[in-house]
């Protein structure tokens, strides 16, 4: 009698075995494939999110440029030219967004008659107006100025055109003191990298007095030697990404200065350098590039620079 309800009992388990075993496979599998699944998804989407960032920085002056250089930056990225289903911009041309889907092929979930799940991921970066910068070029212009796409400009006036105000001629003293850069050493580096601080709107700047020539051509012809090397063939409305012959430059309010005065700043506008005279001059085209590094406030007024942000 032990022997058959020993032989029973062995029967038991191995039919209970026979019934359980797929469900755990199957449960396996199934882990198994959405850890995959998940990777998948998670690579696609950071690369969709690099994609749309990048390309939003030719909005909204080059809407073209705009999704070629997401399209670009989707590849550069892991994302197959395949698996790009659309890139559009919105009607405004202040929004542009990619989607992507990608075939994932299943291995353990096969057992249960699964074998490939579709990735789906899209992506939304748009423009805001900047309540403040970093990588600011010091030399102001009056935040009044009439300015329309790929207008040109003349920055750091020479004397025969006339000054801003008695002893300034638009350059800015930044993270230092007016009057106290002999040579124009400080503003020189400024012109070359940037102001490496942040300014805000409502921030007072004082000028620097003097017209500073040999300053100003050396440190803007620094930049064009840079942009020229990086990309010979750029223009205002079609360059590389990050080419320092774009620059950021604040608007300020010039009204009624005498001598190193301080400045409220009003806004920001990006421009794109050409040439710089032997007089100092700085010719420059406005343009509505932006910058994903500045810090987006939708109460900021719209002077023309911008901020990336991601939307989705």
Known sequence: ??????????????????????????????????????????QLQKAADAAVIAGANYLPSNP??????????????GIASSEIVATTVASDDLSIQIQAKRTVPYYFARVLGLSTGAVAV??????????SANGLVPIGLQYNTPLTTYQTVTLKLAPAQGSVGPGNWEPLAMGYTPNSDPGGANYKTNLENGYNSTINIGDQIYTETGNLVGPTQQGINYRLSQGSTTDSGGTASNHTLNDPRVIEIPLVNFSDINGSSQVPVMGFAELWISSVDGNGNITAEFINQVSAQNTPSSSAPQYGAFSVVLMQ
């Open 122 to 131: 899209k992506a939304t970066a748009g423009l805001q107006a900047s309540n």
């Open 64 to 77: 073209s440029l705009a999704q070629q250089t997401t399209d670009q930056y989707a590849e550069m990225n």
């Open 1 to 42: 009698m032990r022997r058959i309800a020993t032989r029973s009992g062995r029967g038991q388990i191995v039919v209970l075995v026979s019934l359980v075993l797929p469900v755990l496979l199957g449960a396996v599998a199934l882990g198994t494939d959405i850890s995959i699944f998940y990777f998948n998804w998670t």
